[in-house]
């Protein structure tokens, strides 16, 4: 497994994954037909995102980064530079998605580590990491990597509560 920058090569591969993630729910971002439709210009829109540049009212600066293994883009993941009030409720520092297939084969653990490197690198010394808490499989995957329940929250609009994790770095 390794985080990969996102590239055209991979288009294919990334469209089933993010097809399989929105037929799970697990899908953000933009429609797929319009990703599908002109690639290249999703990929400037990430690229764009790593600075801040054309961002929308409810988007954060951050790195995007899709997750390679065996050749396939088996899910991708974001590090928000920088949390926008919504996101210190829901969403954090770092948000994944794999992909069915590749699910309960460790790739998420591996690829949240990775990502906690990459926010480390940004002077990300609090990591704020959430998920619902019915979800056992990410509640694992945080704790493996050392996150810590800071607490349980309810989310306007939610039905169900929200852990938040912090991952400390001195």
């Keep these: 497994m390794k985080l990969i920058q996102p590239d055209i090569k991979y288009k294919d591969s990334f469209l ?4 399989d993630l929105l037929k799970d729910g697990h899908w953000w971002g933009p429609n797929l ?3 599908k439709n002109d690639f290249s ?14 961002l929308e009212t409810n988007q954060a600066p951050g790195t995007e980064y899709w997750i390679l293994e065996k050749g396939e883009i ?3 993941l974001k590090v928000n530079h920088e949390l926008l009030d919504w996101m210190k409720i829901r969403g954090g ?8 297939k590749f699910r309960k084969k460790g790739l998420a653990t ?8 990459k926010a480390r690198a940004l002077g990300i010394h609090d990591v704020l990491l959430t998920c619902d808490e019915d979800n ?6 945080i704790e493996r990597n050392g996150g810590k329940l800071a607490d349980k929250i ?17």
Excluded at 136 to 141: A, F, L, P, T
């Design 16 to 19: 089933e994954m993010a097809h």
């Design 33 to 35: 037909d319009l990703i």
């Design 41 to 54: 210009t999703y990929l400037q829109k990430l690229e764009d995102m790593k600075s801040g540049l054309g």
């Design 74 to 76: 088996a899910g991708r």
């Design 93 to 100: 520092h770092i948000g994944y998605g794999i992909c069915s």
């Design 110 to 117: 591996e690829a949240l580590k990775e990502a906690l490197l």
């Design 136 to 141: 056992i499989g990410s509640i694992k995957v």
């Design 154 to 170: 309810m989310a306007p609009g939610r039905s169900i509560q929200t852990c938040r994790f912090i991952v400390r770095f001195s």
